[in-house]
């Protein structure tokens, strides 16, 4: 092969690394087991030591784990995956309609599939030299943004040739995303009424890695206060509590669950909740808020938890994210 055979076009074309948490790939329990494999292992996840951390997870959490959230799958589960694959790809294909088509922009997953190094070969193949990426995760935390970007680092290891990279740590007080929000809140006001009390709920983190110094609770507090300032409610007529706990170790509170049923025993009879931290349905919205937080309300003597769904691929969420990549486009595309 000739020298002359290596060198490349004078054009560096940019692209965009969409990418979010993950999911398995059917709701069976040994998909499940390989999702939790993966995603449990992350050090940035679970940042306890690993002699004591690894037995765990291996003779307990994974031999378990699966079997009972199998049903929790299944009772959310669409004909096109699961929720968060199926908007995510919508998600993708709505960005990419945005963007036009100079802009290529492939999806991944940081556990299981597509995964990060198939996104990163599918932008290879189209030429891409620059890329933004981007993390759908609007409040930073080590244990989102940060493993996204450790895996991504660690494949590029690999490469002879790296690419000029941008990348989005966070934008949870994007006045994009924060409109983005309010939109959905007054859209569903208008269709179901409004409640008597709005509850943003935000995926928890353990209370140890704030006080190391993750700034997601400052984060999600900021969103909060802004889509309250966005939405002119007034104090007590909003608040913010945490969710997805797991184990026994202080998470950050006020922890979800034990808040609706608060807020129903001071005799609230409608409650809506939303959860700005998540960028698509999953299972955390669908099944642990919707259902089974909404069951918690009702025997607590609420009448309705009327959950609020996320962003996914409405206009004004795509829209937000346009904006996002046009910024850290800026003076890369001639």
Known sequence: MKPSDHIQGPARRCGVLLVNLGTPDA???PAIR???REFLSDRRVVEFSRLFWLPVLHLFILPLRPLKL??????????QGSPLMAFSKRQQAALQAALGSEVPVALAMRYGNPSIADALNALGRQDVRRIVVLPLYPQY????TATVLDKLFELLRAWRWLPELRTVNQYHDDAGYIGALAQSVETHWQAQGRGEHLLMSFHSI??????????YFCHCHKTARLLAERLGLAEGQWSVSFQSRLGRTPWLQPYTEPRVQQLAKKGLRKLDVICPGFSADCLETLEEIALRYGESFRKAGGEALRYIPALNDKPAHIEALKAIVER???GWRE
């Open 70 to 79: 199998k049903h929790a799958y299944e009772s959310v589960w669409t004909p």
């Open 328 to 330: 850290n486009l800026a």
């Open 206 to 215: 353990p209370l140890s890695y704030f006080k190391a110094g993750d700034p």
């Open 34 to 36: 390989r999702y939790l």
């Open 141 to 144: 935390s080590a244990t989102t």
């Open 27 to 29: 709701p069976t329990a």
